[in-house]
């Protein structure tokens, strides 16, 4: 047990390189690429127990961007693997739970460390080669938020512990914050690296065992992260990562006793299916399961007659395009007034039409290629749809081509309806739908705005006008759990922006704060009476 009250100094955000032509940073990041690029496939095991598991069904890895080449292949699983994975999570339960804090938080503190420094270009890399961003996108995801995941949530962690109950005289309260009575699943994304790697970790740090399934397309820069963990010194059986098709995975998961919580981030009808298949199978569990999860989005830009058209054509060429618009956070409708229209659009499209795509290797491209097959396939039927109807029309993009890597241009719809198709409903790529309205109808744009739209995860007024933004901020109060003034909707930062939304958009349970980490204790309150009672008759029935 600890034998002193440790304070763990307010972490700094992780200075975030530029990669600036002539650098050494982009110099060392450009070799890290090369060397993987160039080396002979690997082969990701599954990490289970302490061991590293190997099947005969090896499929592929593949980057986004070059389709053709092989950098390796992974190993998939069976059922049979995620009922090994939860055996290995609960023999290490016991022994990880009764660990010290701090001893839990020096491991995590040592991986942010591993990540800053000996593991930065190739983390960075892995990210750039297995998910096409491009470097500066990869070193604000793969390394700094996910190095501020690990150093924040050790300081929460410690701030939740020191939060304890007042007592009265003769009695000292105490609270203790344990681990969830069994093992959480973490389903994680192929877009953040920082998510994949901040869900196991966040709840394994509150003491908690885990068994982790990342996106397929992830599987490449996941490996990279159980290396880091495990050379920072994670004791086997705490964080198991399996690559089991998920309908597999959670036949076994989903009907095993000492289920205890799921760690989401995806899609927002996968997440639904999910919390079904939970509440069907209540009576099961030990205990009632946490569920988080952080799903959708059809994030949004609204300009009001006084923003400035040049800071709002910025705010929806970053904002819409960044990472392909591969964000649940991305701006993907603008509701732009009459008055600065025809200037933010000629600014925008000249920007879009000045983006570069390509290779990430290639520092100079401003747009990578989409995820897979099945991304480039559904934003290229949007595009389709988009062109063959008579209220909406393509004012810049609008072209795509997967015969070397999946890329789609940077499309930029107007439509005359402001419930058109893609102004509703989530395309996760490159395009973004504008709706031009009536500069004198601000407040009626705003309760569109708000009823357009299942989701409520971020979006953005820009305005010059004081009382404009603050109409803005209280109508949409619950259009968005991450709200921006005269900014674009994306970019939040780990210990400055707690992330996450509600409605179609998930729990809004704040990664990046301590709100996260409570959801994976369970209190117990410890009264201690030090004078006990000999006698049961109280004063007054003398």
Request: hydrophobic share 40%; with cysteine; net charge negative.
């Amino acid at each position: 047990m600890p034998k002193g009250v440790y304070q763990i100094p307010f972490p700094e955000n992780e200075p975030i390189f530029d990669y600036a032509p002539g650098s050494m940073e982009r110099e060392k990041l450009q070799e890290a690429f090369k060397k993987l690029m160039d080396q002979d496939p690997i082969d990701v095991p599954m990490y289970i127990g302490d061991k590293e598991v190997r099947t005969e069904n090896k499929l592929p890895l593949s980057p986004p961007f070059d389709h053709k080449k092989i950098i390796g292949h992974y190993n998939r699983g069976t059922a049979e693997h995620a009922k090994q994975a939860i055996d290995a999570a609960l023999k290490a339960k016991d022994k990880w739970a009764a660990l010290s804090w701090e001893q839990r938080a020096s491991i995590f503190l040592k991986a942010a460390d591993l990540i800053a420094g000996p593991y930065r270009y190739e983390m960075n890399a892995t990210t750039m080669i297995a998910q096409s961003k491009n470097a500066y996108q990869s070193e604000i995801d793969a390394v700094c938020e996910l190095i501020d995941f690990l150093r924040f949530n050790v300081y929460f962690m410690e701030e939740i512990y020191s939060n304890q109950p007042g007592s009265s005289s003769g009695v000292w309260n105490r609270m203790e914050y344990r681990p969830l009575e069994g093992f959480v699943f973490c389903i994680t994304p192929f877009n953040f690296t920082a998510i994949a790697g901040n869900l196991p970790a966040s709840a394994a740090l509150m003491g908690n065992v885990c068994v982790w399934k990342c996106a397929d397309s992830q599987i490449y820069s996941a490996n990279l992260i159980m290396k880091i963990f495990k050379e920072a010194g994670l004791p086997d059986g705490v964080i198991n990562l399996i690559t089991v098709n998920g309908p597999d995975a959670g036949e076994v998961v989903f009907k095993h006793r000492d289920f205890a919580g799921l760690h989401f981030t995806g899609s927002t009808a996968i997440f639904k299916g999910l919390w079904k298949e939970i509440g069907q199978n209540i009576d099961i569990y030990r205990s009632y399961p946490r569920i988080v999860g952080e799903t959708g989005g059809k994030d949004f830009i609204v300009a009001h007659k006084s923003a400035n058209p040049d800071e709002v054509a910025v705010a929806i060429a970053r904002g819409a395009f960044e990472f392909q618009g591969q964000k649940c956070s991305a701006a993907s409708r603008a509701y732009i007034p009459t008055n600065i229209w025809d200037t933010v659009k000629k600014k925008l499209v000249a920007d879009v039409n000045s983006f570069k795509m390509g290779a990430p290797s290639d520092f100079s491209n401003f747009v990578n290629a989409v995820i897979d097959k099945r991304a480039f396939d559904k934003i290229a039927g949007y595009i389709d749809f988009i062109k063959e109807q008579d209220d909406a029309e393509i004012i810049a993009g609008g072209n795509y081509d997967d015969s070397k890597g999946y890329f789609i241009e940077p499309t930029v719809v107007v439509t005359t309806n402001p419930k058109f198709r893609t102004m509703c409903e989530e395309i996760f790529g490159p395009v973004i739908t504008i709706y031009v309205y009536n500069e004198n109808d601000f407040e009626k744009t705003l309760k569109l705005v708000d009823e357009s739209s299942e989701y409520a995860l971020t979006g953005s007024i820009i305005s010059r006008d004081r009382y404009a933004i603050d109409l803005a901020t209280k109508t949409l109060v619950n259009a968005a759990g991450n709200f921006y003034i005269n900014d674009k909707p994306t970019g939040a930062v780990v210990g400055q922006q707690p992330f996450g939304g509600a409605r179609g958009s998930g729990t809004n349970d704040k990664a990046g704060s301590y709100l996260n980490l409570l959801r994976w204790v369970s209190p117990r309150t410890i009264k201690e009476t030090f004078v006990t009672p000999r006698d049961y008759r109280y004063p007054f029935l003398g």
